[in-house]
């Protein structure tokens, strides 16, 4: 049985830096894709960054820059390094496993999610 277990969440000021982890268990070869998404007060769930076979990376525009995923395959962990936050950053962010990269769709297991808060 897949579980994921988010952390690293918090409040932060506007500019600083958070780091989330992602800690997977249960997995199999065939789940060969990690993401995180993340889902702002009031609006949908929205991709923010992905990573396949453990070393490709691709990121949303609006993070393209500030963010760096990356993927501990030896913990079977991912990580999110968020710097510069803004305030639009805040949500709570879900750690994603699948098969495949179609980002835009919502499929896989999740994380319960960890709330993350940039304030001014």
């Known amino acids: 049985q897949v579980q994921l277990v988010e952390s690293g969440g918090g409040l932060v000021q506007a500019g600083g830096s958070l780091r989330l982890s992602c800690a997977a268990s249960?997995?199999?070869?065939?789940?060969?894709?990690m993401g995180w998404y993340r889902q702002a007060p009031g609006k949908q769930r929205e991709w923010v960054a992905g990573?396949?076979?453990?070393?490709?990376?691709i990121y949303a525009d609006s993070v393209k820059g500030r963010f760096t995923i990356s993927r501990d395959n030896a913990k079977n962990t991912m990580y999110l390094q968020m710097n510069s936050l803004k305030l639009e950053d805040t949500g709570v962010y879900y750690c994603?496993?699948?098969?495949?990269?179609?980002?835009?769709?919502?499929?896989?297991?999740w994380g319960q999610g960890t709330q993350v808060t940039v304030s001014s």
């Open positions: 990573i396949i076979s453990g070393y490709i990376t």
């Open positions: 994603n496993l699948r098969a495949g990269s179609r980002w835009s769709v919502a499929t896989g297991y």
């Open positions: 249960g997995s199999s070869a065939s789940l060969n894709a």
